[in-house]
């Protein structure tokens, strides 16, 4: 009897050496596509605008660091500051409107972006004490109890705004004896603040 072979199908043949292929590289072929889920409706970090709900027509212009991934990231605000107000007062004015602005809720557009703080509410802002040096502004909340977050908001914050000298450093101290210090805003805060403290050194009146 005489058995008839029927003729190879070249589909199937293809079909049969693509698979051994694939498992050969140690790739597992599959049978329904992937989802990788919707795109991204905005870019992490990124504004379309600024968000104008955070500023007051009526104030100074000035910025805030706020924490983005894990950098920090500068977004436009505004703080009052009255006419007629002397240096040293405009100095502590600045520095607690800024503090309260960094204390709050960033705005719907800036959260959806992914901006957060971690700086708390309720620090307040006095100027400095008697041999503290001229600028030095003082925290209910002494710098080393803040996180290195939030201190390296503050920093950043207080040193690119009228609250300092504009030097890229701002003089802080708490509201106990430990004498002020000058904390530093690098590019290694900025980029990660997590893990790099803002550098300080001690400072006399002086």
């Known amino acids: 009897m005489t058995v008839r ?34 795109a991204p409706s905005r870019v992490r970090c990124s504004l379309a605008e600024p968000d104008v709900s955070a500023q007051d027509a009526t104030g100074v212009p000035a910025q805030v660091f706020l924490l983005c991934g894990s950098s920090l990231v500068a977004v436009d605000r505004t703080v009052r500051v009255p006419d007629g107000t002397s240096d040293s007062g405009r100095r502590v004015l600045v520095a607690q409107g800024l503090l309260d602005q960094l204390a709050a ?22 100027g400095p004490r008697s041999g503290d040096p001229d600028d030095t502004l003082r925290l209910s909340t002494a710098p ?23 030097d890229g450093s701002v003089v802080l101290a708490g509201p106990g004896d430990r004498p002020a210090r000058r904390y530093a805003c690098t590019d290694e805060v900025r980029a990660r603040p997590g893990s790099n403290e803002p550098p300080a050194t001690e400072v006399k009146d002086g």
């Open 144 to 166: 080393d109890d803040l996180t290195s977050y939030a201190l390296a908001q503050v920093v950043c914050t207080f040193s690119d705004s009228a609250a300092a000298e504009g």
């Open 105 to 126: 809720s960033p705005p719907a557009s800036e959260k959806e972006a992914g901006y957060t703080t971690d700086v708390r509410r309720g620090i307040a802002v006095t």
């Open 5 to 38: 072979r029927l003729p190879a199908r070249p589909g199937l043949a293809v079909l049969a050496a693509l698979t051994a292929l694939l498992a050969g590289c140690g790739i597992r072929a599959t049978e329904v596509p992937t989802d990788y889920g919707p």
